[in-house]
């Protein structure tokens, strides 16, 4: 059994990223809703409270009972989870004169701290609160400050508990990891033995008592996490797992055919299924983006479940879903609301049971524990690709034609960052086919083509998105390329907006 660290989730936009921090750490850690500490689980060495939109002296602020926490676990408050120990225990919060928010340097550190170990004086910390601690109950202790908070850390007398009111998760705490390192590792005294290696080795053996000798199904979608999650379950039940690819025809260029050898080649038992011309005509006329992806994910569940009845006595189906799908989210009014997705309803649709073996790993997890089964790099450092494909990238209807032409342009913009070495430099890159047509000239002839506009975005977990500054020699030649050798483009355009206010796809 892994020893783990509990994040109790108040509703932070942040707690996903604290998660991801203390798994950097090699340290396993699961977040749970405020109300849903587990109760006497001995692999728990740690308690960390996460931030929250709330004010601590709301009514309807989230609150749990700290006797129950208190002296069983050494506790790390966050912002808000500093502010609700300190209040709840005698303390006061106030709001703040001004909305503290942004960077600060931190001052009158105490290094003796064992959460403050080598942590340098003025280091920067990243603060985001309408309220702040103006006095801390009896006993405890002030042990870091900023010139605007003078109480922006503390700790209980000397029980191990701590609260600081700025964001060690985030990227602008500069040493926001050693923080948390120091809490984790220091004070918690996790072994930090979770890695690529020890989570497949424990997964396959746990794939094999849970299924037994049990046929299990999976969808593949060329994606990261369908494939990592193939080839572990491959690892652990061999020929028992069958695949199944769907080609709904809105795949990159060539990539059915690429990604199949692919799967051949890593061993797996893959059935490929061309099923373009149902989705083609099935699509044929329609505009509108929910419609589309309705009729291509209804259209999905379809051929899987008469593929997957062709194979006898199938018990699994097995996804890729992966833990930022499963953590559940707590809206501001306090319900807890499921984010999980299966792949639309096809467990009730098929009767089978579920089986997730990556439900525990964050995207760049998943990504090493690939790395670590041997998967070439081209499969596990792929760009996220929406799972209706290139039809959100089709403004208005869809047509073969249509996809041909965007498929052209996009094999094109994708293989030039790869040359350019600005592949990996970018989250997620495509070309949108635009519903308009303009006025170009080509030799000495007038044409009325068609416009694209490319995009590239940089991000970290798909939240926001900053537009990717690309060079202007790499977008003028991929701009050349695409209207001398694509047939029917005349336009070629950048986008050069940022996720908010734009997504990252158009539709």
Partial sequence: ????????????????????????????????????????????????????????????????????????YPILGICYGAQFISYTLGGKVEPAGSREYGRAHLTHVDGGNPLFADIDEGTQVWMSH???ITAIPEGFKVIASTDKVAIAAYQAGEEKMWGVQFHPEVFHSEQGTQLLRNFVVGICG???????????????????????????????????????????????????????????????????????????????NVIGVDASQKF???????????????????????VFDEEAHKIKDVKWLAQGTIYPDCIESLSITGTVIKSHHNVGGLP?????????????????????????LGMPEHLIGRHPFPGPG???????????EKVEILQNADDIFIQGLRDWGLYDKVWQAGVILLPV?????????????????LRAVTSTDAMTADWAHLPYEFLAKVSNDIINKVKGVNRVCYDISSKPPATIEWE
């Fill in 1 to 72: 059994m892994h020893e783990k660290i509990i994040i109790l989730d108040f509703g932070s936009q942040t707690t996903q990223l604290i998660g991801r921090r203390v798994r950097e750490l090699n340290v396993y850690c699961e977040i749970v809703p405020y109300n849903k500490m587990p109760k006497d689980d001995p692999s728990v060495i740690g308690v960390i409270l996460s931030g929250s939109p709330f004010s601590v002296y709301d009514d309807k602020a989230f609150s749990i009972d700290l006797s129950e926490l208190r002296g069983r």
């Fill in 130 to 132: 309408g309220d702040t």
């Fill in 190 to 268: 996790a072994k930090q033995d979770w890695s690529a290696a020890s989570f497949i080795e424990t997964t396959v053996a746990a794939l094999k008592k849970q299924l037994g000798d049990d046929k299990v199904v999976l969808g593949l979608s060329g994606g990261v996490d369908s494939s990592v999650a193939a080839v572990l379950l491959n690892r652990a039940i061999g020929s028992n797992l069958t695949c199944i690819f769907v080609d709904h025809g809105m795949l990159r260029k060539n990539e059915f055919h690429n990604v199949l050898h692919d799967y051949e080649c890593l061993g797996l």
């Fill in 280 to 302: 083609f005509s099935e699509l044929s006329g329609v505009t509108e983006p929910e419609r589309k992806r309705k009729i291509i994910g209804k259209g999905f569940i379809d």
């Fill in 348 to 372: 009730e649709k098929m009767n089978l049971r579920l089986c997730e073996p990556l439900r525990l790993l964050f995207k760049d997890e998943v990504r090493r524990v690939g790395r670590e």
């Fill in 390 to 400: 290139l039809a959100v990238r089709i403004l208005g209807d869809i047509t073969p």
């Fill in 437 to 453: 047509q303009s006025v170009g000239v080509m030799g000495d002839e007038r044409t009325y083509e068609r416009a694209v506009a």
